[in-house]
């Protein structure tokens, strides 16, 4: 399984999922396990979730939001280590999805350039608070695949009260951890010497005027449809009394056994309900929604989590008598251990969601609380560690002053810091609200 997951880690987009697919089908016809359900739940979540993002992006939504998080961060330029962070913590809360941060990246390192901040210091922590804002988000694939894992002992309600605060006190700390991280530009010897270049000195500090394209007519309803649609889910998973209920039966994907909606058909049917009134009133075109970013990202996410998810949760199961009398003990008397493991899942299978849908399940089985797993949710975020996520990637490329970057020993990277802070913070934040709360 681990010799699966790193070679699927350095093959990057659907490698884990082919991989996974491969070690599962050793497990099945070599050592005979037999093998679990796979996630389809989730699976279908992230294409409902992802088909309605990019059908919005589609539509000039996502550039929308980009200015005005641009206008938001551009309006305190002295502040931009803390607002950047929370700018892209609240986007990615909104949109269940880190990839918007692609675009707030170059904004946040020329705001702190312009300022003489090292940008290595709000952009790694930007970076880090868009991770965390997956996991406090109620249509991130992460938090749908809690919700399944855990329906019927928690709702939606309660991952959003316990995880948004947590992750913000956890945000507040790594913004103190980088605040003096580095030297200032002013007095950083790298950064004297390429100034010294009139060509990179008067292109770092160039106006950039370049022209606009006009947003569509559609962009702004775009987000208000998403958006009213966001509200929707976070309602019938807070008040599950407003859903409709049906004479009991056997489950299925959509129903429980006593006639209740599953929260996971509920996502799936309001958010495709959502991009087909964005597709008619924003007249927006099927081809444009399948060319979306979004829509190619949610895609490889699909097969990863597929191939994965299945793979790990076929080990679970068939050695889940080893592993419970291996670690039952030690996860009853110290739940928090059971965050460790979370995280070094997460720095493997670089996926909150796929991380989430294959060790909560055991959390579960070891006899862990549903507030305990909640408070440890965040520590699926343990993708930072290893320097090849994208968001990483592309805040390294963005800095142009050289400051953000991979350390000598792979591990002393700009992002390791702020990390470590804001994921351990946010455990232990997430403990206490889940105290207060149940």
């Known amino acids: 399984m681990l010799a699966a997951i790193l070679i699927g880690a350095r093959m990057k987009g659907i490698g884990l999922g082919v991989m996974g697919m ?10 005979r396990m037999r093998p679990a359900e796979p996630p389809i739940d989730v699976m279908l979540i992230i294409l409902a979730v992802v088909s309605t993002a990019a059908t919005m992006q589609a ?12 206008r938001i961060l551009r309006s305190k330029p002295s502040m931009i280590t803390l607002m950047g962070p929370l700018v892209t913590f609240c986007f ?8 918007i941060t692609y675009s707030l990246l170059p904004v946040i390192s020329e705001v702190a350039t312009r300022k003489r901040i090292r940008p290595e210091r709000p952009l790694s922590v930007s970076v880090i608070a868009a991770h965390l804002g997956i996991t406090a988000s109620p249509i991130s694939a992460a938090s749908a695949a809690m ?19 947590a992750s913000i006190i956890g945000i507040l700390a790594g913004v103190v951890a980088v605040w003096r991280m580095g030297k200032d530009l002013d007095k950083d010897p790298a950064f004297l010497a390429k100034m010294k270049d009139p060509e990179f ?11 606009r394209k006009e947003l569509p007519r559609g962009a ?13 889910i976070v309602l019938a998973g807070s008040f599950p009394s407003l859903l409709p209920s049906f004479p009991p039966g056997p489950a299925n994907l959509s129903m429980n056994a006593n006639g209740t909606i599953k929260m996971a058909a509920v996502i799936e049917l309001v958010m495709l309900a959502a991009a087909a009134l964005i597709l008619l009133i924003c007249k927006v075109q099927t081809i444009a929604v399948a060319r979306a970013s979004l ?29 419970e009398g291996a670690l039952g003990d030690m996860a009853r008397a110290a739940p928090w251990t059971f965050a460790i493991a979370l995280f070094l899942l997460g720095i493997l299978l670089f996926s909150q969601a796929a991380t989430t849908k294959a060790l909560m399940p055991l959390g579960v089985v070891l006899g862990i609380a ?19 996520y994208p968001t990483l990637l592309a805040a390294i490329q963005f800095d142009r002053t050289g400051s953000t970057h991979i350390g000598k020993y792979l591990l002393n990277h700009s992002f390791m810091l702020p990390g470590l802070v804001c994921v351990s913070v946010s455990v232990a934040a997430g403990f206490l609200f889940a105290g207060l709360l149940w």
């Not at 000039?60 to 980009?66: A, E, H, L, Q, R």
């Open 370 to 388: 549903p507030p305990h797993l909640v408070a440890m949710f965040p520590a699926v975020n343990g993708d930072f560690v290893l320097p090849g």
């Open 59 to 70: 539509a000039g939504g996502m550039d929308y939001m980009v200015r005005l998080a641009e």
């Open 295 to 323: 829509f190619t990202a949610g895609a490889q996410a699909v097969v990863a989590i597929f191939g994965v998810v299945w793979m790990s949760a076929t080990f679970m199961k068939a050695n889940e008598a080893a592993i």
């Open 220 to 232: 702004k309803t775009s987000v208000l449809i998403f958006g009213m649609a966001v509200i929707l």
């Open 147 to 165: 919700i399944t894992i855990l329906g019927g002992q928690i709702q939606l309600s309660h991952i959003l009260k316990v995880c948004i605060p």
């Open 92 to 99: 990615t809360v909104f949109a269940g999805t880190a990839h």
């Open 201 to 211: 000195a008067r292109e770092l500090d160039a106006e950039h005027t370049t022209t």
């Open 22 to 31: 491969a070690a599962l089908a050793v497990y099945i016809f070599i050592f």
